[in-house]
């Protein structure tokens, strides 16, 4: 069984505006302000997801930030070393980024990846989009096709 998409509907609609308002030029904040003018209702199980996930980023960035209003100075405190800090662990042929605490970690679990077995697929090596679409600009760019976009280089390698 695979994992359930979270907040399925709201990415949909966030990829349509997205996609709508990317050929200006856009950021975040105004496809934010765009979805909330357009979907003031969001679905029960969206609304537990999107808390989800804006949690999580807020964890993620807790990771990098001091402690408010931290009245506890210890020598570790002080030191100005991280409080939490990221060590990868392989799950299969997956690298897995677990969250320890700076103060307790050992130098073995610091420089010694931990691996465990995973399931095997038979998928071929395939190139991520964001590889794939440098390769692209990377020979428009040797072709001097500087002014040319993406969707017209293709349409003319079509041809």
């Known amino acids: 069984m695979g994992r359930r998409l979270r907040a399925a509907q709201?990415?949909?609609r966030l990829w349509d505006i997205m996609?709508?308002?990317?050929?200006?030029?856009?950021?975040?904040?105004?496809?934010?302000?765009?979805?909330?003018?357009?979907f003031p209702e969001i679905g029960k199980q969206d609304q537990e997801d999107l808390i989800d996930i804006g949690l999580m980023v807020l964890a993620g960035r807790v990771i990098v930030s001091n402690r408010p209003n931290d009245s506890s100075q210890d020598l570790f405190s002080n030191?100005?070393?991280?409080?939490?800090?990221p060590v990868k662990v392989m799950v299969g042929n997956r690298?897995?980024?677990m969250i320890k605490q700076g103060r307790q970690l050992t130098p073995r679990e610091y420089f010694v990846?931990?691996?465990?077995?995973?399931?095997?697929?038979?998928?071929?090596e395939t190139v991520s989009k964001r590889?794939?679409?440098?390769?692209?600009?990377?020979e428009m760019r040797d072709k001097q096709l500087l002014d040319m976009?993406?969707?017209?280089?293709?349409?003319?390698?079509?041809?």
């Open 79 to 85: 030191s100005g070393y991280p409080e939490f800090v």
């Open 10 to 12: 709201t990415k949909m």
């Open 113 to 124: 990846t931990a691996s465990v077995a995973g399931e095997k697929t038979n998928r071929p």
């Open 131 to 138: 590889e794939a679409y440098r390769k692209c600009m990377e």
């Open 19 to 38: 996609r709508e308002r990317a050929k200006l030029g856009t950021d975040s904040l105004d496809v934010v302000q765009i979805f909330r003018t357009r």
């Open 149 to 159: 976009t993406v969707e017209e280089y293709l349409e003319r390698q079509k041809n």
């Open 95 to 97: 690298a897995k980024t």
